[in-house]
């Protein structure tokens, strides 16, 4: 199984900054941020399936503009999945006719272009061969994050969380774990407002790695524009034996 990452930034500003989005094989994707109008028509079209880990607009903001783009395209709507909470916010929000047609409705509410399924933490859904488990996350807002299992490896993405004591349990207990994708979305010097904004900084995520019982490959996302070689050099400060690698656009990981 591969996980092609179509962005890992923590904002936008240059050819290779994309906000979170990451494409598993060719017909499931994990958020929906700017790094989705990389693909192509026809690899917009093949994705089948959309998990939301939550509804900050770096992790939806290409998901309107893709289901306008492709509906026509396909033979059965994109399916959006997220908790309860997540979909409300989508419903209320973004697919309200205000901000964006309702394409749970349309062309025609027998046959929309999106349909939602409703998840729940710790649910297992399997799509293609591959098994997908919401995790617990902890953020501002209704969120979690994801493990994808092909069964011969785990891939573990945190989405957007702070110190969150309910995810390492869980990940504890997947034998097979081979990639850890773990957010650091402020250098030391913005702790506080880490903090206040339910994110992680270096300091927090040393002792939150602390926690992982497993032997595995961690991947740093949503670092700020600005602030990467900061944040990074601090990262490696306070975590360089865990060997954390910065997650790049375009990256490709198996499992």
């Not at 598993?24 to 028509?41: E, R």
């Not at 399997?126 to 098994?131: E, S, V």
């Amino acid at each position: 199984m591969k996980a092609r990452i179509l962005g890992c930034s923590g904002g936008i500003g240059g050819r290779h900054l994309r906000t979170t989005s990451i494409l598993v094989n060719h017909d499931v994707l994990i958020d929906a941020g700017t790094g989705v109008a990389d693909l192509s028509l026809a690899e917009l079209a093949m994705i089948d399936h959309v998990f939301l880990t939550h509804t900050h607009l770096d992790h939806i903001a290409a998901l309107p503009l893709m289901i306008d783009t492709v509906g026509e395209m396909r033979d059965t709507p994109l399916t959006v999945y997220g908790t309860e909470a997540v979909l409300q916010i989508l419903r209320n929000h973004i697919f309200n006719w205000a901000v964006w047609p309702d394409f749970s409705e349309i062309p025609t509410a027998d046959a929309p272009f999106m349909r939602f399924q409703t998840l729940r933490i710790g649910q297992k859904i399997k799509k293609a061969g591959l098994t997908i488990t919401a995790l617990p996350a902890e953020h501002t807002v209704p969120a979690v994050g994801y493990q994808l299992d092909s069964g011969e490896g785990s891939l573990v993405f945190t989405g957007d969380t702070t110190v969150n004591d309910h995810f390492w349990p869980v990940v504890n207990k997947i034998r097979n774990l081979r990639h850890l994708i773990i957010e650091c979305a402020f250098s030391n010097r913005e702790e506080r407002l880490a903090r206040i904004s339910k994110h992680l900084c270096p300091n927090m995520l040393a002792a939150e790695l602390l926690k992982l019982e497993h032997d595995c490959e961690i991947h740093i996302t949503h670092l700020k524009p600005g602030q990467i070689e900061l944040t990074m050099g601090e990262i490696e400060t306070c975590i360089g034996d865990f060997k954390p690698s910065m997650l790049q656009n375009n990256q490709v990981l198996e499992f």
